[in-house]
């Protein structure tokens, strides 16, 4: 993480869980994530919420020929509660990663595919919530 994600690697973002269908990933609560208003920074719960829905993109398109690139084309957020505590990210939309790339390499067009995803503490206490959509595309020869 730290090569490709630095910000992510100093703010602490991990992957808990993964597979073809579903993604967790967390972010803490400590001096660099959070505001002046003592909960998690808003900037910092989209990094860990992306990572969420773009690790399983990410998968989908491992080795796959030809080439599929993926970028964010939309995103909205919903911030409900403070966060006070370490933030879990769940999305279990991963198989629409996959089904969007096979589209897209059937079809040749680009392809986009909302994921959702989920924030909570370990509480329970949902605190954010958000929807990625991102475009699939091939690469040129």
Do not use: H
């Not at 073809?20 to 967390?26: D, L, M, Q």
């Not at 020929?65 to 505590?85: H, Q």
């Not at 390499?105 to 503490?121: D, L, R």
């Amino acid at each position: 993480m730290m090569k490709s994600l630095p910000m992510g690697w100093i703010a602490g973002l991990r992957v808990r869980e993964l597979d073809s269908g579903k993604c967790t990933t967390s972010v803490p609560f400590k001096y660099l994530t959070k505001n002046p208003f003592k909960s998690t920074y808003f900037a910092v719960q989209s990094m860990a919420a992306e990572l969420s829905t773009a690790t399983p993109c990410l998968l989908a398109v491992t080795g796959k020929k030809p080439s599929i690139a993926f970028i964010i084309v939309d995103l909205k957020a919903t911030f409900s509660k403070k966060a006070t505590d370490r933030v879990y990210f769940t999305c279990e939309d991963g198989a629409k990663a996959f089904e969007a790339v096979e589209k897209c390499i059937q079809t040749g067009e680009s392809v986009a595919a909302t994921f959702k995803t989920i924030g909570k503490m370990k509480d329970g206490t949902i605190v954010s919530e958000f929807e990625f959509t991102w475009s699939f595309k091939q690469r040129s020869s």
